[in-house]
């Protein structure tokens, strides 16, 4: 028999060598008739028997990938095709779930997206003190013992003929009048005792930091309030700063309600055209779920089942404009002393080592948001059972509808990479006259004319490229009689056929006079043929000259 190294054990099963019964009843003392073979000495301690090993698990490994692995060779269910197949099945449930819920997550963002919020405006933040009693305000609050609760009644009149101080002259009103003063005096001494006391526990010290506490907290609320009003008379005043600020508490407090997919919006203030232009974070594209699921292949492999592509890329405009939309109502919420003559909305898409894309625009003036219902119903909210994709179309998408009604554009595709160009620009507080959005642009015309003379304004067209408007002037004013304005503002010359063509406006409306604006130039042919006799009546203006005209009418530098 095999012993373990004397002082060690190492937990080995004991292989039996032969003449294992042999060796087990010599130890044992069967023989003792057989001399042992070394030299003699003391008697050793006879083994303990020999315990046969237990069934029972596996002592464990130190490392269990390689136990796994193991286990896997010398499996012989490893190879089994019915076990391989359960495993793969089971993957691709677990897997599929897990994409469910990725749209679950993607419906729940849509519904809380579109939810109306809460106007930020200068009422709903005014605060209101209320104050806090002292928690033990019992033993404080105990006064002074008053003599009034302790002197006796007077005697009766019995004989009115005597005088009054001959009946307080009586024996008897005169013991009960000493007996109360004795206990005046000695309620007294109680309560002042118990003054004492209360002033070397502290309590009055508490009582007095509680009083100092509070008045602090009134303090702060008044002065919290003064500078809130202050802000109001700043934002009344167009002060960018005051609008910028209210602007921005107004979106933050708008993305609360979607805390788990940041969309931030930052707000630019341009006083020249009271004009917001608001630059909105969109989320990333993989916001959206790209597979329906997963699937077993024939050949028992897993393969995703991927959406088609039109769903993806609606469902991402969908959640992209519902996050504008909000953006808007939370701008137009806020503005109540109606500040704001409009509002532009850059949607922009950041990726991490690109250049930002712009992927939806919105050039809104005030009437256009106030006429257009920036919340969409419940019954477009989606389905939170349902799977990817089965929404609205976007064709018949609300929240879509109703962004392109306000003068929106839109990527027809975001994830390649299409982007637009927005109608105004965030960077600078005092734009150039080519950096002015549709509305902004018309919103200068309309002013600078209006300023100049001009009554009676009835926009014909308006688009991205300008407006056509008539208009009538004032016998006696700088612009008398009726005009015809079309003002472009691209970059572009004017040719002599547009010239042609005012011409040809003025006739039809029965007009005084054209007036031919653009933040371009003119072309030369275009100048000689406002020279002839019969195109005399069109006047032109350039760039330069509306700018003049916006100094001199309006007080607005714009840069070149």
């Known amino acids: 028999m095999q012993h373990p190294a004397e002082g060690s054990t190492d937990g080995t099963t004991t292989v039996l060598q032969p003449g294992f019964l042999a060796s087990l009843f010599r130890e044992l003392g069967a023989d003792e008739d057989e001399e042992p073979a070394t030299a003699p000495g003391p008697a050793a301690a006879p083994a303990p028997p020999v315990v046969p090993p237990q069934p029972g698990p596996p002592p464990a490994p130190a490392d269990a990938a390689a136990d796994e692995a193991a286990d896997e060779a010398v499996d012989p269910a490893a190879d089994d095709p019915v076990a391989a197949h359960g495993r793969a099945a089971a993957l691709t449930h677990h897997r599929t779930l897990a994409v469910q819920a990725e749209h679950r997550h993607l419906a729940d963002l849509l519904r809380r997206a579109a939810q109306p919020v809460s106007a930020m405006d200068f009422e709903s933040q005014l605060r209101s003190y209320q104050p806090k009693p002292f928690p033990d305000a019992g033993p404080a609050a105990e006064p002074e013992p008053a003599w009034a609760d302790f002197a006796p009644p007077e005697p009766a009149d019995t004989d009115p003929e005597q005088p009054r101080s001959r009946r307080l002259l009586d024996s008897g009103y005169q013991r009960e009048l000493a007996q109360a003063r004795l206990r005046h005096q000695r309620a007294l001494r109680e309560w002042r005792t118990r003054q004492a006391e209360l002033a070397d526990s502290g309590a009055v010290a508490a009582r007095r930091a509680h009083e100092e506490a509070e008045q602090a907290r009134a303090r702060a609320v008044q002065e919290y309030n003064d500078s809130l009003e202050e802000c109001r008379r700043a934002y009344r005043q167009a002060e960018p700063a005051a609008v910028e600020s209210l602007?921005?508490?107004?979106?933050?407090?708008?993305?609360?309600?979607?805390?788990?997919?940041?969309?931030?919006?930052?707000?630019?203030?341009?006083?020249?055209?009271?004009?917001?232009?608001?630059?909105?974070?969109?989320?990333?594209?993989?916001?959206?779920?790209?597979?329906?699921?997963?699937?077993?292949?024939?050949?028992?492999?897993?393969?995703?089942?991927?959406?088609p592509a039109a769903d993806v890329r609606t469902d991402y405009?969908?959640?992209?404009?519902?996050?504008?939309?909000?953006?808007?109502?939370?701008?137009?919420?806020?503005?109540t002393d109606e500040v704001l003559s409009g509002v532009v909305l850059n949607g922009w898409l950041r990726v991490p080592g690109q250049p930002p894309q712009c992927l939806l625009s919105v050039d809104a003036d005030r009437d256009a948001l106030a006429r257009t219902r920036l919340v969409p119903d419940t019954g477009h909210l989606g389905d939170e059972d349902a799977d990817g994709g089965v929404y609205a179309e976007a064709e018949h998408d609300e929240s879509l509808l109703r962004l392109r009604a306000l003068a929106a554009v839109i990527t027809p595709d975001p994830y390649a990479g299409e982007a637009v160009q927005p109608w105004g620009s965030a960077s600078s507080a005092v734009p150039a006259l080519g950096e002015l959005s549709p509305g902004e642009f018309a919103l200068l015309v309309r002013a600078v004319l209006t300023a100049g003379g001009l009554r009676d304004w009835s926009v014909r067209l308006r688009g991205p490229?300008?407006?056509?408007?008539?208009?009538?002037?004032?016998?006696?004013?700088?612009?008398?009689?009726?005009?015809?304005?079309?003002?472009?503002?691209?970059?572009?010359?004017?040719?002599?056929?547009?010239?042609?063509?005012?011409?040809?406006?003025?006739?039809?409306?029965?007009?005084?006079?054209?007036?031919?604006?653009?933040?371009?130039?003119?072309?030369?042919?275009?100048?000689?043929?406002?020279?002839?006799e019969r195109h005399q009546r069109i006047h032109l203006m350039d760039g330069p000259g509306i700018r003049e005209l916006a100094r001199t009418h309006l007080a607005l530098p714009l840069t070149l």
């Open 247 to 307: 602007l921005e508490r107004a979106l933050a407090a708008a993305e609360g309600a979607t805390r788990d997919l940041p969309a931030p919006c930052r707000a630019v203030f341009r006083a020249l055209t009271r004009t917001a232009v608001l630059d909105l974070d969109l989320p990333p594209l993989d916001t959206v779920p790209a597979l329906s699921g997963h699937r077993l292949t024939e050949a028992g492999g897993i393969e995703p089942v991927p959406r």
């Open 317 to 335: 405009l969908r959640l992209a404009a519902r996050l504008a939309l909000r953006a808007l109502q939370a701008a137009d919420a806020v503005d």
């Open 465 to 532: 490229a300008g407006l056509v408007a008539t208009a009538e002037g004032e016998p006696g004013s700088g612009l008398p009689g009726r005009w015809v304005v079309w003002a472009s503002r691209g970059p572009g010359p004017v040719t002599a056929e547009e010239i042609a063509t005012l011409a040809e406006a003025v006739r039809e409306e029965g007009a005084d006079r054209g007036l031919r604006m653009t933040c371009g130039r003119f072309t030369d042919e275009a100048l000689d043929l406002t020279g002839e």
